[in-house]
């Protein structure tokens, strides 16, 4: 079984910063593009960032440009997400996704573009 696991959320006060981590349980995750997405209550899930295979190409939403940065591990398996300069409206579960859908070389910043998914993360961020 292919499993995601996240790691890092918490409760941090606006103008915070926590880093989120993904761990992929197999290698196979280091030659596919991955993705973190986030659900605040009530609403739909939305993409945040996504990050190609070689780390090389990365896309971010317009809402968090400039203050949230994607990466890669060495061993391509594990994504990470930097996350400064908190805003109550980063209020959310954080989900990290991977693809074999799209070529590796590319990103993806819809829902339906990921075959795999972690159970989610908790960040809250208080005004």
């Known amino acids: 079984q292919v499993q995601l696991v996240e790691s890092g959320g918490g409760l941090v006060q606006a103008g915070g910063s926590l880093r989120l981590s993904c761990g992929a349980s197999?290698?196979?995750?280091?030659?596919?593009?991955m993705g973190w997405f986030r659900q605040a209550p009530g609403k739909e899930r939305e993409f945040v960032a996504a990050?190609?295979?070689?780390?090389?190409?990365?896309y971010y939403a317009d809402s968090v440009k400039g203050r949230f940065t994607i990466s890669r591990g060495n061993a391509k398996n594990t994504v990470y997400l930097q996350m400064n300069s908190l805003k109550p409206e980063d209020t959310a579960v954080y989900y990290c996704?991977?693809?074999?859908?799209?070529?590796?070389?590319?990103?993806?910043?819809?829902?339906?573009?990921?075959?795999?998914w972690g159970q989610g993360t908790q960040v809250t961020v208080s005004s």
């Open positions: 990050i190609s295979w070689s780390g090389g190409d990365t």
């Open positions: 197999r290698r196979t995750f280091s030659t596919y593009p």
């Open positions: 996704a991977a693809t074999r859908t799209i070529p590796s070389n590319m990103v993806g910043a819809r829902v339906d573009e990921y075959d795999y």
